[in-house]
């Protein structure tokens, strides 16, 4: 498997992904896309949810933000 092999699935629209906590399925990546993006509030995570894809980890960010903005 390549470093960008992808070896997950979105746990909202179902895209396959590279989740960097996997990597390989014996070591994690160095880095993962993700910790480059805005940290998800706790607001909008589920347990046991998984992973997302960047357009809907992206997606989700906004659409938390938006909600805290207008309370």
């Given at each position: 498997?390549?470093?960008?092999?992808?070896?997950?699935?979105?746990?909202?629209?179902?895209?396959?992904?590279r989740?960097?906590?996997?990597?390989?399925?014996?070591?994690?990546?160095?880095?993962?896309?993700?910790?480059?993006?805005?940290?998800?509030?706790?607001?909008?995570?589920?347990?046991?949810?998984?992973?997302?894809?960047?357009?809907?980890?992206?997606?989700?960010?906004?659409?938390?933000?938006?909600?805290?903005?207008?309370?």
């Amino acid at each position: 498997m390549t470093s960008s092999a992808a070896n997950a699935v979105c746990a909202i629209c179902g895209a396959q992904m590279r989740c960097g906590a996997i990597g390989d399925g014996k070591q994690p990546d160095t880095t993962c896309w993700c910790t480059t993006e805005e940290t998800l509030p706790a607001s909008a995570r589920r347990p046991g949810q998984g992973c997302r894809c960047q357009r809907c980890l992206r997606e989700a960010i906004a659409q938390a933000r938006a909600a805290s903005e207008s309370n």
